[in-house]
């Protein structure tokens, strides 16, 4: 019998409480979160635009370049374990504004860059300062929305990466074209600007983000007595709670961090290349190719979106996996055998549009076994595993243009792990259903409406 059962009929609360509440959560949460996300994917893969002057400016070759770009992924590797039981411990207000603050200062003194050792000391400094935000933010959410909902909330706020992309593939132009303004190249410009509002963020964050429900002075008690007793309700009985170590001998755990790990070396090998692949197949200037970049991402944030919701409410999450993964190996693989760039565009558009339709499905997984503190622990672990992958796929990028000439052997050679990540997901035992949201508040499954 839940808590709200407890209390007399006619003191009971309307059966618009659930909705109500998870409504409250998300117009005051998700927003601000989503905000500061697309900041930080902006400031970890702005380099792959200024890399368009930088590399010729500082004589950077693709071997070099790959190198620094992965190398944010290993210092942030190593550090997302310990930064995400430090959230847990100091609160997420406090921990996640100090993250978005030194990871603002970083960002901005990347336009002092000028010798390959400096870019990547930087780069590797930029990973330790933003380690633990996006599992942090994950790790979040599972104290905020059901399971039976969480696709959804995990893609509201990711949705920010295809839109935060396509912001910054339309600003980095304009600011690309400032070269030598005030004696600053338009790569410096890019830096600096793109840099500055994750430090005002942080100071947003720390005034207005609560640590949890029981902080939120914006539900009502009524709110916050249905939101904790849908959470306690839902918890897995094989699942974790606060112990650290048996979470990280649990396989599901490590199967998941192989997911990621093949998610994030196929997107970052892309990402963080798409403007010179582009650029290396066409005459485009360097606005035009930002703007094909943003085009690109801009269908990703529909696709997000409506794979999250689609997976969320056949509470299916194995398929809405795999079946991307296999897309972005077909795009990857097109691009790399076609010498035409239509095709090549177009090819990559499927792969990235791909990506982020997994990206809400597989967000939900860690969550159906993981809760409390051991939550923070496994779902770092997972990210750090995948952010390996994001060290390799850059810098296998970056070899395989040296080496040959072109990207396109990269392109090839990241249809692997794509299909890797595919049998992963088909093979990965899942529970068949979440436990969905409680009778007297079925509504809230309908709350994107």
Not at 97 to 122: C, D, E, L
Not at 352 to 363: K, R, T
Request: hydrophobic share 50%.
């Amino acid at each position: 019998m839940s808590a709200i059962e407890l209390i007399p009929p006619a003191l009971r609360p309307s059966d618009d409480l659930g909705p109500r509440t998870i409504r409250k959560a998300t117009l005051r949460l998700i927003p601000l979160i989503a905000l500061s996300y697309g900041i930080a994917y902006i400031d970890r893969v702005n380099i792959s635009f200024a890399a368009l002057q930088m590399n010729r400016d500082l004589h950077f070759s693709a071997a070099v370049y790959g190198l620094g770009a992965g190398l944010f992924f290993v210092s942030y590797a190593i550090c997302e374990l310990p930064s995400n039981l430090l959230l847990h411990r100091f609160g997420a207000r406090r921990w996640l504004s100090r993250i978005m603050f030194t990871w603002g200062i970083i960002a901005v003194g990347m336009m002092f860059v000028r010798t390959p050792m400096q870019f990547y000391v930087m780069r590797f400094l930029l990973g330790i300062a933003e380690a633990g935000f996006f599992p942090g933010i994950i790790f979040y959410l599972t104290l905020w929305f059901p399971a039976a909902i969480r696709a959804r909330a995990v893609s509201r706020f990711y949705v920010a990466m295809p839109i935060g992309t396509v912001l910054m593939g339309i600003i980095a132009g304009a600011l690309l074209n400032l070269q030598g303004t005030l004696g600053l190249a338009g790569w410096q410009w890019l830096f600096l600007i793109e840099g500055l509002p994750s430090i005002l963020l942080s100071v947003i964050f720390l005034l207005y983000i609560p640590n949890g429900p029981a902080d939120a002075a914006w539900l009502t008690a009524e709110e916050r007595l249905w939101l904790t007793t849908q959470l306690q309700q839902e918890q897995a009985p094989d699942g974790h709670t606060e112990a650290i170590g048996p979470a990280l001998r649990d396989p599901r755990v490590w199967i998941a961090s192989l997911l990621f790990f093949c998610n994030l070396t196929c997107n970052y090998a892309y990402t963080l290349s798409a403007p010179a692949i582009i650029q290396s197949l066409t005459t485009l200037s360097d606005a035009k190719i930002g703007y094909i970049v943003a085009l690109m991402n801009l269908l990703g944030a529909p696709a997000m979106l409506l794979s999250a919701m689609h997976s969320d409410r056949t509470l299916e999450r194995r398929w809405h996996v795999a079946i991307p993964f296999l897309l972005m190996a077909a795009g990857y693989l097109t691009a790399g055998l076609s010498h035409s760039p239509a095709i090549v565009i177009l090819a990559l558009a499927v792969s990235a549009l791909s990506f982020y339709a997994m990206q809400g499905p597989v967000w939900s997984i860690p969550g159906t076994f993981l809760q409390g503190r051991s939550a923070a622990a496994g779902i770092a672990a997972i990210n750090m595993i995948g952010m390996i992958g994001g060290f390799l796929g850059p810098y296998s990028m970056g070899l395989a243009k040296t080496w040959t000439g072109s990207y396109q052997p990269g392109l090839v050679a990241i249809t692997i792990p794509a299909l890797a990540g595919a049998l992963v997901a088909i093979t990965m035992h899942l529970p068949r259903r979440e436990k969905p949201l409680s009778a007297e508040n079925k509504q809230s499954q309908d709350i994107e409406k």
